[in-house]
């Protein structure tokens, strides 16, 4: 370690404050950053010391999201050959899913960090490493077959509107990576719903069907998949959302290095179990041609991206809610809209994506009120005190 720390002090020489390059020196401190803890103190002001700073939360969230993404990988093979009905070995599924999924993963990082540095040399502040997590997030929450100039203007729309126009890493109100889907989703809504954009090559294989369960139930057709399909991930859908197993793994991780609050996790499903049971209490006999009314309250928990959403969006720490009472009633409503949305939309079955993004928007009135609520009750417990005593 010390022949890097020499040579990276080496390389930021022409960087220094009152040499050639020094404003360039936030593109060049991002890498020492990234590589080693940062060795500048706080100069004034009250702080708090932690050994978890921004840079080991946002690799944790990484760790935690590698499961789902090698699952989703060697799926993205499994789905394709699997429909052409030709023999396969588990290293063909896993290279076929990495020869489409790891160009969007580097188209995702080049794009996001060049606009991150390009803002960091123009703004000269520090590059964070918020965008490790954003750059890995966006191809995984996106149809296999997308093109990769989709990819990049999603990338780009997400950090410039969806964060550095609110003032970069830490200020965004919006989640960037829900940001990028949503924007890729209304401007070209051809790459990003129907039937034939969720397994790979469905778009150029007439044997190949694309259809995801919600997009199967939304057309009244039959599922052909079991609750253990779905559960474990064997099923076509967005790359890294259709196993709930690896995603519940990432949950685990999450929880226990305390980076996810474990409230929202559960609320959501809490909230997304309670909409799903009311509408299994209703039936047909409301809404005579929505399948999805009944399709089962467990199955809507482990299908679409109900799951990976509430696991690793709406846990964003950014963009959710601060209080412990505001985190259960969160968690509760992006849950509980989600499957509103999935099941009288049938545009558009997979609403976790509109209600995360509209709890974000809601997020600063929930702990106002949660706040307000708090207040409100000391005061009066103080009046009763008061009153005891005088």
Not at 253 to 260: M, R, S, W
Not at 306 to 320: H, I, K, N, Q, R
């Amino acid at each position: 370690m010390n022949w890097i720390r020499k040579k990276i002090d080496e390389i930021k020489k022409p960087f220094q404050p009152g040499e050639k390059y020094e404003k360039f020196a936030p593109a060049v401190n991002a890498l020492d950053t990234f590589l080693f803890v940062p060795n500048h103190t706080t100069k004034k002001g009250a702080h708090i010391r932690d050994a978890v700073d921004l840079k080991r939360t946002m690799i944790t969230v990484v760790i935690a999201l590698i499961p789902a993404l090698i699952f989703g990988i060697w799926n993205t093979g499994y789905q394709h050959f699997k429909q052409l009905d030709v023999e396969y070995t588990f290293m063909d599924a896993f290279l076929h899913g990495a020869i489409k999924i790891v160009p969007m993963i580097i188209v995702s990082y080049v794009v996001g960090l060049g606009i991150e540095f390009g803002f960091a040399v123009k703004r000269g502040h520090e590059v964070n490493e918020g965008y490790l997590v954003t750059g890995l997030l966006i191809p995984m929450i996106m149809p296999v077959d997308i093109p990769l100039w989709i990819v990049a203007l999603s990338v780009a729309f997400a950090v410039l509107i969806g964060k550095e126009a609110f003032g970069g890493t830490g200020m965004n109100i919006l989640n960037p990576a829900l940001t990028a889907r949503a924007f890729a989703f209304f401007a070209y809504p051809t790459y990003m719903s129907g039937d034939k954009v969720w397994v790979s090559g469905a778009t150029e294989v007439s044997g190949i069907s694309g259809e995801t369960i919600l997009g199967t139930l939304a057309a009244g057709k039959e599922v052909a998949y079991n609750s253990a399909d779905m559960f474990s991930g064997f099923i076509p859908g967005s790359i890294s959302e259709t196993s709930t197993l690896f995603i519940l793994v990432g949950a685990l991780i999450l929880i226990l290095t305390k980076i996810g609050s474990w409230r929202i996790i559960l609320s959501g499903f809490i909230g997304a179990a309670v909409m799903a049971l009311i509408f299994n209490a209703l039936g047909s006999s409301v809404f005579t041609n929505n399948d999805l009314m009944n399709f089962p309250w467990y199955n809507h928990l482990i299908v679409g991206g109900l799951a990976f959403g509430v696991v690793f969006m709406a846990t964003d720490p950014v963009s959710a809610r601060q209080t412990l009472k505001g985190k259960w009633i969160y968690g509760f409503l992006i849950g509980f809209l989600g499957v509103m949305i999935r099941i009288f939309n049938p545009a558009y079955p997979e609403g976790v994506m509109l209600a995360i993004l509209l709890m974000n928007v809601f997020a600063p009135t929930i702990d106002h009120y949660v706040i307000q609520g708090n207040i409100k009750r000391r005061q009066k417990r103080l009046k009763l005190q008061t009153a005891k005593t005088s």
